[in-house]
């Protein structure tokens, strides 16, 4: 008799089960696989191996598919919004606010569906099923659910370390653990993954063989894992060992990070994968609409939700290739981008006198425009099959310079520089010499105009020193252009969200002092 695990019984959030939709083609149309089967249900290498794909996009699309943007990019004052936009941006947010349980469901569907993997797949898995399958699926479950208590700490603080949702199931009462155990919990995954993760380099074509994550792709996490926890000599050795391995590289132009074709390049670490092709509410990227103008995207009636603020346009300089794929203004053109029905768009002001009036800008960066060729289909509420970042190559050269500086507020190591430059030689701009030192300042600039719109700016803040990062904050103009420069000021409780309401009523130990975590 077949005895099934519904993760949804868990007390977990699944309702996408694993739809896996994806950037690449061997990702699509798979069906749903929300219950897990233990008697001769994994006959084939296929079938293990597909238990993994959601992990690679869908079961991320709750978080992703609106509050992704929301909590990283109007926190940090890359964006501004009217719509969900006040609590955030004036760090009013309670804990009953409807934009909190999404992540932390998305994120606990992540943990308890590596748990089941981890904890039962080798058990379950007949004689057809490979050892080198199991043990790399096994290794992935490890990586992802590393990934989704990275997400969880650094949102919410000390949450629940779970290994076994049976027993969750059984006693779903359990207190909070404290952050250095889940950092260590996070570390302790990562490694087994780079032990036992396949490795590879990556093809410099990009394309579907390019999507899975690697010994590479743990190794890189781990040495940002480090960084976090001010290990700097860690992190720099294994930043280092993924740099000289080879794998990764950048992409020489920026631009074409962000083309649909280009999806799952040599720069990816690791991407969550979506597909318009598929009709399943957030299977599709919905960048073009929460950071689109409506006039770019298909199936939508709405767009640009989030628009850059004056801050973050101010931050990029003077000829930097970045501005023009990160944010558009009056007088830029895109030659490929279609936009109300026509190819090639010229952000004209005369033509689109009134669609910039809240900043004088808009995201470019991740927004493909209306459907083409190159961009594939867009789904029916207008998401695209376009990619998107979790880390790419760009955050490893700089968090290697940065764990050279370790904690310092200047490095003269010709090494973090060259690793600096890189970025910098990329973005057309000029580069460090020989006699003038990378400072923190620099650095932790460098990050917010490379990675601007991809979620990492309010991370980067939430690990200084919580008087710097207010002393930032505090000066960012977090006004529209119709209200003046207007200035908000974060207290230290405001870097990590409350606990959603609704999580601590079913489980009061939320609000407990965390506790110490029992490593197995």
């Known amino acids: 008799m077949k005895k099934y695990i519904n993760i949804k019984t868990l007390v977990l959030f699944l309702t996408l089960g694993l739809v896996t939709t994806s950037c690449s083609e061997d990702f699509l149309d798979r069906p749903s696989e929300d219950s897990y089967s233990s008697d001769?249900?994994?006959?084939?290498?296929?079938?293990?191996?597909?238990?993994?794909?959601?992990?690679?996009?869908?079961?991320?699309?709750?978080?992703?598919?609106?509050?992704?943007?929301a909590l990283a990019e109007l926190s940090s004052g890359n964006c501004l919004a009217y719509a969900d936009g006040p609590e955030l941006i004036q760090f009013k947010l309670t804990s009953d606010s409807p934009i909190l349980l999404d992540p932390w469901r998305a994120c606990f569907a992540i943990v308890?569906?590596?748990?089941?993997?981890?904890?039962?797949?080798?058990?379950?898995?007949?004689?057809?099923?490979?050892?080198?399958?199991?043990?790399?699926?096994?290794a992935e479950a490890h990586f992802f659910r590393a990934i989704a208590y990275f997400y969880l700490v650094r949102l919410y603080g000390p949450v629940p370390i779970i290994e076994d949702n049976l027993a969750l199931a059984k006693d779903p009462l359990v207190n909070t653990n404290r952050i250095e155990d889940v950092y260590t919990f996070i570390e302790n995954d990562l490694k087994y993954a780079a032990a036992n993760l396949k490795s590879k380099i990556r093809s410099r074509t990009p394309g579907g063989e390019n999507i899975f994550v690697t010994q590479g792709s743990a190794e890189a996490f781990l040495a940002k894992i480090y960084l976090y926890e001010k290990k700097?000599?860690?992190?720099?050795?294994?930043?280092?060992?993924?740099?000289?391995?080879?794998?990764?590289g950048l992409v020489p132009n920026f631009a074409d990070l962000f083309l649909t074709s280009k999806n799952n390049n040599e720069e990816s670490i690791y991407s969550w994968q979506w597909s318009g092709a598929i009709n399943t509410y957030g299977g599709g990227n919905f960048s073009n609409i929460q950071y689109g103008l409506d006039i770019l995207n298909d199936n939508a009636s709405y767009g640009a939700t989030y628009v850059p603020s004056n801050d973050v346009q101010d931050a990029f300089e003077i000829g930097d290739l970045r501005r023009?794929?990160?944010?558009?203004?009056?007088?830029?053109?895109?030659?490929?981008l279609k936009a109300k029905g026509e190819v090639g768009f010229v952000m004209d002001k005369d033509k689109y006198g009134d669609v910039l009036a809240n900043t004088g800008a808009a995201v470019k960066k991740y927004v493909v425009g209306?459907?083409?060729?190159?961009?594939?289909?867009?789904?029916?509420?207008?998401?695209?099959?376009?990619?998107?970042?979790?880390?790419?190559?760009?955050?490893?050269?700089?968090?290697?310079?940065?764990?050279?500086?370790?904690?310092?507020d200047e490095t003269a190591s010709p090494a973090a520089k060259e690793s600096y430059n890189k970025v910098r030689r990329r973005a057309g701009l000029g580069i460090l010499g020989?006699?003038?030192?990378?400072?923190?300042?620099?650095?932790?600039?460098?990050?917010?105009?490379?990675?601007?719109?991809?979620?990492?700016?309010?991370?980067?803040?939430?690990?200084?020193?919580?008087?710097?990062?207010?002393s930032i904050i505090s000066q960012q103009d977090r006004g529209f252009d119709s209200q003046g420069v207007i200035h908000y000021t974060p207290t230290p409780a405001d870097f990590t969200y409350p606990k959603p309401d609704i999580e601590v009523r079913k489980n009061p130990k939320l609000k407990e002092a965390p506790v110490p975590y029992s490593f197995k």
């Open 40 to 69: 001769q249900f994994y006959n084939s290498d296929e079938q293990v191996e597909r238990t993994t794909y959601g992990m690679y996009g869908a079961m991320w699309a709750p978080y992703y598919t609106k509050n992704f943007y």
């Open 112 to 138: 308890a569906q590596s748990n089941n993997l981890i904890n039962n797949i080798e058990k379950d898995a007949t004689g057809n099923v490979s050892k080198a399958v199991i043990k790399n699926t096994v």
């Open 232 to 248: 700097y000599a860690d992190s720099k050795l294994v930043a280092e060992k993924v740099i000289n391995s080879g794998e990764f």
């Open 324 to 336: 023009k794929e990160s944010f558009m203004i009056y007088g830029d053109s895109y030659p490929n």
């Open 370 to 408: 209306q459907a083409t060729s190159e961009t594939g289909p867009a789904d029916s509420w207008g998401g695209m099959n376009n990619c998107n970042y979790i880390m790419r190559y760009a955050d490893l050269l700089l968090i290697h310079a940065e764990a050279i500086m370790a904690g310092a």
């Open 434 to 470: 020989n006699n003038v030192p990378l400072t923190k300042a620099a650095l932790f600039h460098e990050r917010r105009v490379e990675f601007a719109f991809e979620g990492e700016f309010w991370f980067d803040l939430g690990r200084l020193p919580r008087q710097e990062a207010i």
